[in-house]
């Protein structure tokens, strides 16, 4: 079965500071692949995708993820990060095109000091 | 436009008990997904409904069910609670057609089980 690992479960970061948060996930096959927020107290929001073309990709809010197929990674960026970017941040991989379960990584919590 | 609503946000119940969650979808939206969260597990894919059919389902013990009406609402159940089924039940719906993995995730209903 498929798996997502996302190696940095807490990250604490100033504001202006650059963001990388990495995700690598476990499939040979084709993947369609995603990022999720979740801010304190809200749900879940999708923060940008890959499906094909151009491996990088831009999101909401100023955030990019490289996609590197020979690393099975996908890494989300952005810089410079801002206070309000505290959150949750959920990486997600679909392999059945037909179906939308989806499996997440574990989170990385972002803690952005001002 | 409203978003994903799911009802009830806050439950508390006992072992044996069983329980019923709630997931409006977003208008237009006919797939409804679910997933379990929690702090050792992270999020968890449930199962999937599309046009009253469940498409997809995960690997969870048959105590989890769900149906999907025709008005594509959704509910699950989960009878015979567990201490461990405490967690945040999350409901997601998509568009027909569209690319898959792109939820509109709910707010989440929140069961604690004592």
């Known amino acids: 079965a498929q798996s997502v690992s996302q190696h940095n479960h807490h990250v604490i970061l100033s504001e202006a500071a650059s963001l990388e948060l990495g995700c690598n996930y476990s499939?040979?096959?084709?993947?369609?692949l995603f990022w999720y927020v979740q801010y304190p107290g809200q749900h879940l929001q999708l923060l940008l995708k890959?499906?094909?073309?151009?491996?990088l990709v831009k999101g909401i809010k100023g955030f990019e993820a490289e996609f590197i197929k020979s690393k099975f990674s996908f890494n989300l960026r952005k810089p410079p990060v801002q206070w309000s970017d505290t959150a949750e941040y959920f990486c997600a991989v679909n392999i059945d095109t037909g179906r939308r379960a989806l499996t997440f990584g574990s989170g990385t919590r972002l803690q952005v000091q001002p | 436009k409203a978003g994903v609503t799911q009802t009830p946000r806050y439950l508390i119940k006992t072992r044996g008990q069983q329980v019923t969650l709630s997931c409006s979808p977003i208008?237009?939206?006919?797939?409804v997904s679910w997933y379990q969260q929690t702090p050792g597990q992270g999020l968890q894919f449930l199962f999937e409904?599309?046009?009253?059919?469940?498409?997809n389902k995960g690997n969870f013990p048959g105590r989890f069910s769900g149906r999907q009406f025709s008005n594509s609402r959704s509910e699950m159940n989960v009878s015979t609670l567990e201490l461990g089924d405490s967690a945040l039940y999350l409901c997601?719906?998509?568009?027909?057609?569209?690319?898959?993995?792109?939820?509109?995730f709910g707010e989440g209903s929140r069961l604690t089980v004592l």
């Open positions: 890959y499906f094909s073309g151009d491996p």
């Open positions: 409904y599309f046009s009253e059919t469940q498409r």
């Open positions: 997601a719906s998509s568009l027909p057609g569209t690319t898959t993995g792109e939820l509109f």
């Open positions: 208008s237009g939206h006919r797939s």
């Open positions: 499939y040979g096959g084709t993947v369609n």
